[in-house]
């Protein structure tokens, strides 16, 4: 398959951010760490942001405060205690959460750091009530080894999570309580990957490694995976929130894209001959242009008393509307930046439509008095908020024409990215003063280095050798987190090929049909229950799951018992295969045992999921044999 880019002679480089959940108890005070609806209390706060001990206010913080919102926080009292709401100081940290973390280091050949110290990072976007996170390194100098060459793990770290999002509104956020303080181990890697598979290879192993603790949450939202990417002559870009391990190489490659085509633009607005100079906060009045308008949004504005705002952008016009991802333009880029401000812009490229007819557009160009090649934007809102929009607009016209300027974007579900802020600066770092600092004596260390767990890849190939399982099967198995339930129900005396095949195959079977995800390991482990006890036979286990992702708040037992899966006695099923033998006794007498495939169907269809397989042809068999 032929590669989009040259990403050797683009010069890509990648590095990652991986943030996992811990699954032990909050890190800073000994409250659960789960979520849950249930709200007691709610209060709220406005955050804004202070110097660093260098007396420098961190960008990406200022940025936030601007937008000057309220924070509104739910939460219970079962899972948040005064330390998460920022009332009492913090105790600990959770030492199974530091432990689990010193395995992690030691599975990505990085060297524990000596002495812990937290530290505070200023967040003011309100997800933390305090206006920071806590994070502390933990260790250093690790790394992955990969085909394309080794990539270099810097740090690893132990920080807080902040709050979830319960509703964005313009000018308040509601939070939810319940995720704030759940341990999370962060994993940093120098920008040394050089090809976007690289990436992936390189988040699976660190993946490999969080899973291998055991103590990692599993589900949406519990990992967190966040891209630096960088070609030659463009810029480094953070690149928030990529879920999917599968979406990784082309999210990288849609950045790769975007980078190059406003490198793109930017030599051909130099071309152009467009200075910066030339590219001014001057704003002009169009509101008469559009009194008659038939643009819904343009009349709503003015109706309001708002105006319609107008800025000259030299040389331009053809540009804004220039696709630079695949359905995102610079024009795009433009109207993420004025967001805060307006829900849209107009642009010359995309004129006339929305209701804007060519009449007015010609309008515009005439009192703005534009060139062939200038381009025009339009804002329609309240005056103030009107020139704040288009100060945002030209503040981005103006990183056009240098290339591509730093910033954090977020990542989109289709493989694209979108503006959030400013790339954050060094200014938001300063001391925790409330947690001592954690000694880690080299006994401790070594304790922890000597009883490191096996590695998913050293799993797979216990399993192969150890139970005799087909390799793809474990492969499946470790790599869908099954592998804990799967080892516990060979405990319990289930063979392995059958418990493999049943969470393996019989479970990824039925994705189709049903919302097989709804099936919980509680389920499983009663269906298998019944098994053990001989309630139900194997093949009962396919109708039991369908039954159950449809309906789970019922237990495999209900469900057995309902669908009539419970096994037979074995006079039952013998009497239902005579039953069978009779109904087709011709055909026996005439083929003999040739009449065993089609008799055998028969019998399963009556007793499939209420006896056993094997009972049912050793009977046919030896019925069919008493007749030849």
Same mark, same amino acid.
């Given at each position: 398959?032929?590669?989009?880019?040259? !990403?050797?002679?683009?010069?890509?480089?990648?590095?990652?951010?991986?943030?996992?959940?811990?699954?032990?108890?909050?890190?800073?005070?000994?409250?659960?760490?789960?979520?849950?609806?249930?709200?007691?209390?709610?209060?709220?706060?406005?955050?804004?942001?202070?110097?660093?001990?260098?007396?420098?206010?961190?960008?990406?913080?200022?940025?936030?405060?601007?937008?000057?919102?309220?924070?509104?926080?739910?939460?219970?009292?079962?899972?948040?205690?005064?330390?998460?709401?920022?009332?009492?100081?913090?105790?600990?940290?959770?030492?199974?959460?530091?432990?689990?973390?010193?395995?992690?280091? !030691?599975?990505?050949?990085?060297?524990?750091?000596?002495?812990? %110290?937290?530290?505070?990072?200023?967040?003011? &976007?309100?997800?933390?009530?305090?206006?920071?996170?806590?994070?502390?390194?933990?260790?250093?100098?690790?790394?992955?080894?990969?085909?394309?060459?080794?990539?270099?793990?810097?740090?690893?770290?132990?920080?807080?999570?902040?709050?979830?999002?319960?509703?964005?509104?313009?000018?308040?956020?509601?939070?939810?309580?319940?995720?704030?303080?759940?341990? *999370?181990?962060?994993?940093?890697?120098?920008?040394?990957? %050089?090809?976007?598979?690289? /990436?992936?290879?390189?988040?699976?192993?660190?993946?490999?490694?969080? @899973?291998?603790?055991?103590?990692?949450?599993?589900?949406?939202?519990?990992?967190?995976? &966040? *891209?630096?990417?960088?070609?030659?002559?463009?810029?480094?870009?953070?690149?928030?929130?990529?879920?999917?391990?599968?979406?990784?190489?082309?999210?990288?490659?849609?950045?790769?894209?975007?980078?190059?085509?406003?490198?793109?633009?930017?030599?051909?607005?130099?071309?152009?001959?467009?200075?910066?100079?030339?590219?001014?906060?001057?704003?002009?009045?169009?509101?008469?242009?559009?009194?008659?308008?038939?643009?819904?949004?343009?009349?709503?504005?003015?109706?309001?008393?708002?105006?319609?705002?107008?800025?000259?952008?030299?040389?331009?016009?053809?540009?804004?509307?220039?696709?630079?991802?695949?359905?995102?333009?610079?024009?795009?880029?433009?109207?993420?930046?004025?967001?805060?401000?307006?829900?849209?812009?107009?642009?010359?490229?995309?004129?006339?439509?929305?209701?804007?007819?060519?009449?007015?557009?010609?309008?515009?160009?005439?009192?703005?008095?534009?060139?062939?090649?200038?381009?025009?934007?339009?804002?329609?809102?309240?005056?103030?908020?009107?020139?704040?929009?288009?100060?945002?607009?030209?503040?981005? =016209?103006?990183?056009?024409?240098?290339?591509?300027?730093?910033?954090?974007?977020?990542?989109?579900?289709?493989?694209?990215?979108?503006?959030?802020?400013?790339?954050?600066?060094?200014?938001?770092?300063?001391?925790? $003063?409330?947690?001592?600092?954690?000694?880690?004596?080299?006994? !401790?260390?070594?304790?922890?280095?000597?009883?490191?767990?096996?590695?998913?890849?050293?799993?797979?190939?216990?399993?192969?050798?150890? !139970?005799?399982?087909?390799?793809?099967?474990?492969?499946?198995?470790?790599?869908?987190?099954? &592998?804990?339930?799967?080892?516990?129900?060979?405990?319990?005396?289930?063979?392995?090929?059958?418990?493999?095949?049943?969470?393996?195959?019989?479970?990824?079977?039925?994705?189709?049909?049903?919302?097989?995800?709804?099936?919980?390991?509680?389920?499983?482990?009663?269906?298998?229950?019944?098994?053990?006890?001989?309630?139900?036979?194997?093949?009962?286990?396919?109708?039991?799951?369908?039954?159950?992702?449809?309906?789970?708040?019922?237990?495999?037992?209900?469900?057995?018992?309902?669908?009539? *899966? $419970?096994?037979?006695?074995?006079?039952?099923?013998?009497?239902?295969?005579?039953?069978?033998?009779?109904?087709?006794?011709?055909?026996?007498?005439?083929?003999?045992?040739?009449?065993?495939?089609?008799?055998?169907?028969? =019998?399963? /269809?009556?007793?499939?999921? @209420? /006896?056993?397989?094997?009972?049912?042809?050793?009977?046919?068999?030896?019925?069919?044999?008493?007749?030849?």
């Amino acid at each position: 398959m032929t590669e989009k880019f040259n !990403y050797e002679k683009l010069g890509l480089k990648v590095g990652l951010e991986i943030h996992r959940q811990l699954d032990t108890k909050k890190l800073f005070s000994p409250v659960p760490s789960e979520l849950n609806e249930k709200v007691d209390f709610i209060f709220e706060r406005r955050l804004r942001p202070t110097m660093s001990e260098m007396g420098e206010i961190d960008p990406a913080a200022l940025e936030e405060f601007k937008k000057g919102r309220k924070y509104i926080y739910e939460g219970n009292y079962e899972l948040t205690d005064l330390v998460y709401i920022d009332e009492e100081p913090p105790r600990g940290p959770d030492r199974e959460a530091l432990e689990v973390s010193l395995q992690i280091a !030691y599975l990505l050949n990085a060297k524990p750091v000596d002495e812990v %110290h937290f530290m505070r990072k200023i967040v003011i &976007d309100g997800s933390n009530v305090s206006g920071f996170q806590r994070t502390a390194i933990i260790a250093m100098n690790g790394k992955v080894d990969t085909p394309w060459g080794s990539v270099g793990i810097p740090t690893i770290c132990l920080e807080e999570d902040a709050c979830r999002i319960v509703e964005r509104k313009e000018k308040e956020v509601i939070y939810r309580l319940d995720r704030l303080g759940i341990p *999370l181990v962060e994993i940093s890697t120098t920008p040394d990957i %050089h090809h976007p598979e690289q /990436a992936k290879v390189v988040a699976k192993y660190i993946g490999d490694a969080l @899973r291998a603790t055991r103590k990692v949450k599993r589900g949406l939202g519990t990992i967190r995976q &966040d *891209l630096n990417v960088s070609i030659r002559g463009g810029a480094r870009i953070e690149i928030k929130g990529v879920q999917e391990l599968d979406m990784i190489p082309l999210i990288i490659e849609r950045e790769v894209e975007r980078q190059v085509n406003l490198l793109k633009i930017r030599d051909e607005l130099g071309e152009r001959g467009v200075n910066p100079e030339e590219v001014k906060e001057e704003f002009h009045d169009v509101t008469e242009i559009f009194q008659n308008t038939e643009s819904k949004i343009i009349a709503r504005a003015i109706r309001k008393g708002g105006k319609v705002l107008a800025v000259r952008l030299p040389g331009f016009r053809g540009l804004i509307g220039r696709e630079i991802q695949p359905g995102r333009r610079l024009g795009t880029e433009m109207a993420d930046r004025a967001k805060k401000y307006v829900k849209g812009i107009f642009h010359i490229d995309e004129l006339p439509d929305y209701g804007i007819t060519e009449k007015e557009v010609n309008a515009v160009i005439e009192k703005l008095s534009l060139g062939e090649k200038d381009a025009f934007v339009l804002v329609a809102a309240e005056e103030e908020t009107a020139r704040k929009a288009l100060a945002e607009v030209v503040k981005r =016209a103006k990183e056009a024409l240098e290339g591509v300027p730093e910033e954090t974007r977020r990542a989109l579900p289709d493989g694209n990215t979108q503006y959030m802020r400013p790339l954050p600066g060094k200014a938001r770092m300063y001391p925790e $003063t409330d947690i001592p600092t954690i000694f880690l004596p080299s006994g !401790y260390k070594e304790r922890i280095k000597a009883n490191l767990p096996e590695l998913p890849q050293e799993r797979v190939e216990r399993y192969v050798k150890e !139970y005799s399982i087909d390799k793809s099967l474990a492969e499946t198995l470790v790599n869908d987190e099954r &592998d804990e339930l799967f080892e516990e129900l060979v405990k319990k005396g289930i063979k392995p090929s059958l418990a493999a095949s049943v969470l393996v195959v019989v479970l990824k079977g039925l994705k189709k049909e049903v919302p097989i995800e709804k099936v919980t390991e509680e389920h499983i482990r009663g269906a298998f229950e019944l098994y053990l006890k001989g309630k139900i036979a194997k093949e009962a286990f396919e109708e039991i799951f369908k039954e159950l992702a449809r309906n789970p708040e019922k237990t495999a037992k209900q469900v057995a018992e309902e669908k009539g *899966l $419970t096994l037979l006695s074995e006079e039952e099923v013998e009497r239902i295969v005579d039953e069978v033998i009779q109904q087709n006794i011709d055909v026996i007498k005439a083929k003999g045992m040739g009449a065993m495939g089609m008799i055998m169907g028969r =019998a399963m /269809a009556k007793l499939r999921g @209420r /006896a056993d397989g094997k009972l049912v042809n050793t009977l046919v068999r030896k019925k069919i044999q008493e007749l030849s």
